[in-house]
């Protein structure tokens, strides 16, 4: 049926029983524990470099050849887990990825790496890579939202959001999440989100993804999904208030 993915396994950070949170996410084979789940997500854990990122990347969903990214190394960080929508525009996201990277700059004085979902699933055996998602959101340092118009309805964005606001605290959640808000209505409709307005492009994708919701709890689902929200409308005032795109001051 499942299996529990426990907090402090991925992150490593010490937490209270009341803090202790889970997602369940349904198992390839069904012999298979979470720490052998992890140690399967963390070995098929991949990135992609700045300098191999363009704007060509973000025209469609169509999989890109997987040399385009590497194995993440023992120790090595993914700076950014790319959450956003295919159906956004390409221009603004780039636009956004790229002004993300210069305030990295200024803090880090290095160039970040990515989690982008095209580069880094083996697109060979998709569904794999979709399940382990949860192991490659938190092994992130940030999941950068390019919150666009139509980012509310993709059930796979909101999945995101979703497992974050599991294995975290509100608190926790967001200092992980860098916001930009290339719509501020759609962040304003995460706030007020309803499950029966997001979908999958792919039905049979749907359906599966529909299927782990229900593991969660499609209430509490959706209650995730709208704490996220309005931790990013928190955050947006936040910026608005700074002048700055970032929290500290970096990334909003």
Known sequence: QGTKLLTDRVTG???????????WVKLPDKSMTWREFLKH???HLRCIKWKDMSRELFESNAGEPEDLSKPV???????????????DD????????????AEFRKTH?????????????????????????????????????????????RLWCVWELCVLMSFLSPQAAMKRMAVQALSDKAIDRLANFRI???????????KRLQTIIEGVGIEQFVEKVKLAGRLLK???????????????????
């Open 109 to 153: 004085s290095r160039d970040p790496t990515f989690w982008l979902d095209k580069v880094c699933i083996d697109q060979s055996n998709i569904t794999d890579g979709l399940r382990y998602l949860p192991v490659s959101v938190m092994s992130s340092d940030k999941v950068l939202v390019l919150c666009g118009e139509t980012y509310p309805e």
């Open 13 to 23: 950070e010490a937490r209270t029983d009341e803090e202790e949170a889970l997602v």
């Open 196 to 206: 029966q307005d997001a979908h999958c492009f792919d039905p049979n994708e749907e």
């Open 41 to 43: 997500g963390r070995r």
């Open 73 to 87: 190394e023992r120790g090595e960080t993914i700076d950014f887990f790319l959450s956003h929508s295919w159906h």
């Open 90 to 101: 390409p221009d603004a996201k780039w636009a956004a990825v790229q002004q993300a990277v």
């Open 234 to 252: 928190e955050k947006r005032l936040r910026h608005h208030s700074c002048g700055s795109l970032t929290e500290q001051p970096a990334l909003m």
